[in-house]
């Protein structure tokens, strides 16, 4: 069945340290892939998303693009806030309204 | 205009009661879902219904009952509840816009469900 395997946490940096993340997948056909935020005290928010291979998803300075031949989704970003604090987690859906299946989330702490 | 709500954000309960967590979509989407996080931040897929119907059942135990009066609502009734219930229980909706679409599911802000 399909899976998710993201690297596990927690990560510690330093305000304006670059970010990443790695997320790898196992999936039967053609997955879309995704990354979502939870905030502490929040439910989870889309931060961004790939539907095809080579696809790259950004928003708010994240970056992931989607690797087929190496099966990832690894999240980037070069310059980290206190803000950015919080959980994230990959998931990744097959095609229609199947559930998303998630990663077991990476705690990210930036400290000023 | 809150997208997906649910209610109560908190649930605080005894070992053996009956509960229910209810949750609204205002985004016109046709399918809805039920995940659990436990401690460990682990989600999980409970439920899932498109068009009030059930469509995925991942093995939850008979007494956690969803119920969908219609395609904004996805009710999650848990019976006799335990200890091990105790997580963070999202729901989420999505829409099968058919094809190859992508699937971006868009989450409520969880119930905390403590069971003493």
């Known amino acids: 069945g399909n899976s998710v395997t993201q690297m596990e946490g927690p990560v510690t940096l330093s305000e304006e340290a670059f970010l990443t993340i790695n997320c790898t997948y196992t999936?039967?056909?053609?997955?879309?892939l995704f990354w979502y935020v939870q905030y502490p005290g929040e439910g989870l928010q889309l931060l961004l998303k790939?539907?095809?291979?080579?696809d790259k998803g950004s928003n708010k300075g994240f970056e992931a693009t989607y690797r087929k031949e190496t099966t990832s989704f690894h999240l980037e970003k070069g310059s980290v806030q206190v803000s950015d604090s919080a959980v994230y987690f990959c998931a990744l859906s097959g095609t229609g309204n199947t559930p998303l299946v998630f990663g077991k989330g990476t705690r990210l702490s930036v400290i000023a | 205009d809150t997208a997906v709500s649910q209610t109560p954000k908190y649930l605080v309960t005894q070992m053996g009661n009956d509960k229910s967590i209810k949750c609204e979509q205002n985004?016109?989407?046709?399918?809805m879902y039920w995940y659990k996080q436990d401690s460990k931040k682990f989600l999980k897929i409970m439920f899932s219904?498109?068009?009030?119907?059930?469509?995925i059942n991942e093995t939850v135990p008979n007494r956690f009952s969803p119920k969908s009066p219609d395609k904004a609502h996805l009710n999650l009734h848990i019976n006799s509840l335990e200890l091990g219930d105790s997580a963070v229980y999202f729901c989420?909706?999505?829409?099968?816009?058919?094809?190859?679409?992508?699937?971006?599911?868009?989450f409520g802000p969880g119930t905390r469900l403590t069971v003493l």
């Open positions: 989420a909706s999505s829409s099968w816009e058919g094809g190859l679409s992508y699937n971006e599911q868009f």
């Open positions: 219904y498109n068009n009030k119907e059930l469509i």
């Open positions: 999936a039967t056909g053609y997955p879309s």
């Open positions: 790939a539907t095809k291979a080579d």
């Open positions: 985004l016109g989407h046709d399918t």
